[in-house]
């Protein structure tokens, strides 16, 4: 679905050296996979991200979209069609007064019929369960609910892809919920996803996870195996689950437990073994 | 003195269609020098509440006091308020507006009126409570990182010297060691300067780790108030209210249903380390016997 091929991204301002934001990236992202990235700030990863659907080309290497090269202005379009993108903040993304018609937006740009559009805003819709809120306003649902109706302005266009950076940010508990659950759901519907994200929980959910940092890949594995590498990811400043540091911890003073799970059940199955 | 809240009330566009209750029913103190976390999901009322505490929203009904000062008077007594009562926005490095970062902490005492050697004095104290050193102070702030921009814009509510300090989600955004240093950060600042601090975050794991005492908000009423332990051996109640326990908590209400002796008081990877343990150690003990 996306392929990099020695991604290299630099850039230089009047004061500072050239800067390497990437630096020989190449990740292939199959169809249908949901890849969560992540990396301190600053790591490059939302850079990588905008090379998905060719917001930014590389200034070294090559990005491959189902096969077309996003360098290729012919094919610019056609790029930006495959891979949908949802940010951060979702009162950034919406642009009308009125949830369907934000999500008509993009559907009405590329020049669609009406009645399709009309059929691809309610499957967008009903895709991210907000059928029942398309008269409402967007700018009076909760946080999780606004971000669902950029996800669906997101895949009204028909993307194969979606790239979603930090969509949970700023969200509270239940907005995160809402959003992964929905990701899960497309995901399963047979979208790639690609989640860039700094809350560890969420990224045990995915397929695999691509850990970057100082515009290098430095982990590239199922979730299972990249968590395990506390000692590496604490170093370069990111975290793991909690149940996956308190076993890390306890085998460190000396307890005979496993550290590779994911989730407070499997952490609790552990943790039974030695204490029941 | 501390906050005093008596029957608080607050409704949005009052007499309009769009008519919201904000708040509804607040009754609340808060005592000097306490460290309390606020939660509460979206829409919960918690930024409609913290506004309230200096005078940015006046209540409809109810009366709250700060420092002894009713937030209703205006004049002299409001101006005084503000100073005081220092608030933090979400995402506060998008109000710096100063070309050094000297010149953007310095921006509020200087408005108070305060002679140059009292505000140098403030800057720099200001500044090193948020770990940033000399070398910083001729720097734009926009050459600088995310999260040392938003250290800035707490430098700029510090040099006020408030009394009690509140702050939205100021991790909002920071990637894992960036939250942990501005956490850390908070904590020392806390120690240090005995003021009160009121954190607002949607981050469980950080106000477990943090706070000592939480207020859980919920269609603009105060839900839970307690300890931190007694809040949040209360999962079920807080899923319902969109919200959730650190996964530590969670882990230990899974182990107790299944018969491990553990506690509830179990809400930070240290204290669920040591009670597993003092569990697997007297387990041992009791095998060897």
């Known amino acids: 679905m996306i392929k990099t091929e020695h991604l290299q991204y630099t850039y230089r301002t009047d004061k500072t050296p050239i800067e390497f934001v990437l630096d020989d990236v190449n990740i292939e992202i199959k169809t249908g996979e949901f890849v969560a990235v992540l990396g301190h700030n600053g790591c490059g990863k939302s850079t990588l991200a905008k090379h998905f659907n060719g917001l930014l080309l590389p200034t070294g290497g090559n990005v491959y979209v189902s096969g077309m090269d996003t360098k290729d202005e012919e094919l610019y379009w056609n790029v930006r069609r495959s891979v949908g993108m949802v940010f951060q903040n979702p009162d950034n993304q919406l642009v009308a007064t009125v949830v369907e018609e934000d999500v008509a937006f993009a559907p009405e740009n590329l020049g669609i019929p009406s009645e399709e559009i009309r059929e691809r805003v309610d499957s967008a819709l009903k895709a991210v369960g907000m059928y029942e809120y398309r008269k409402h306003a967007p700018h009076r649902l909760s946080g999780g609910q606004k971000q669902r109706i950029a996800i669906a302005g997101a895949i009204a266009m028909r993307p194969q892809c979606i790239v979603l950076d930090e969509p949970t940010a700023m969200l509270d508990p239940q907005g995160r919920k809402e959003v992964i659950n929905t990701i899960k759901k497309l995901k399963d519907e047979g979208m790639t996803v690609v989640l860039i994200t700094h809350y560890m929980e969420e990224a045990t959910k995915a397929d695999r996870v691509i850990v970057m940092d100082k515009g290098n890949v430095v982990l590239d594995d199922v979730p299972r195996n990249v968590f395990k590498e506390v000692k590496l990811l604490k170093k370069i400043g990111l975290d793991v689950p909690q149940v996956t540091e308190l076993l890390y911890n306890l085998k460190k003073a000396g307890l005979p437990v496993n550290y590779d799970v994911l989730t407070v059940e499997e952490c609790a199955d552990e943790l039974a073994k030695i204490l029941l | ?289």
């Open chain 2, 1 to 289: 003195m501390g906050i005093k809240i008596r029957n608080l009330e607050y409704i949005y566009m009052q007499g309009s269609p769009f008519e919201k209750e904000a708040l509804s029913d607040i009754n609340l103190d808060i005592a000097d020098g306490e460290f309390v976390g606020l939660i509460g999901h979206t829409g919960s009322g918690k930024s409609t509440l913290i506004q309230h505490l200096n005078g940015l929203l006046v209540p409809q009904s109810g009366e709250i006091e700060v420092n002894g000062k009713n937030t209703k008077e205006k004049g002299a007594h409001l101006k005084e308020l503000r100073q005081e009562v220092g608030l933090v926005f979400q995402y506060p490095e998008h109000q710096i507006f100063e070309e050094t970062v000297y010149k953007d902490v310095a921006f509020g005492p200087k408005n108070m009126g305060l002679g140059d050697d009292e505000i140098h004095e403030r800057v720099v104290e200001a500044l090193t409570y948020v770990g940033l050193d000399e070398s910083y102070y001729e720097m734009s702030p926009f050459e600088l990182s995310g999260g040392q921009r938003r250290r800035v814009a707490i430098a700029g509510v510090l040099a006020m010297r408030p009394k009690t300090l509140i702050l939205d989600e100021p991790a909002a955004g920071l990637d894992p060691a960036g939250r942990e240093e501005m956490l850390t950060q908070i904590r020392a600042l806390y120690l240090k300067s005995k003021m009160t601090v009121i954190l607002v975050s949607h981050s469980m794991e950080d106000v477990a780790r943090i706070a000592s005492r939480i207020i859980v908000m919920n269609d603009g009423k105060i839900a839970m108030d307690g300890k931190v332990s007694e809040i949040f051996s209360r999962g079920e109640e807080l899923k319902n209210m969109g919200l959730d326990v650190p996964q530590v908590s969670a882990l230990a209400a899974e182990l107790i249903k299944r018969g491990v002796k553990l506690d509830s008081n179990i809400y930070t990877i240290e204290r669920a380390k040591a009670a597993i343990m003092l569990l697997a150690k007297e387990k041992r003990g009791a095998e060897e016997c």
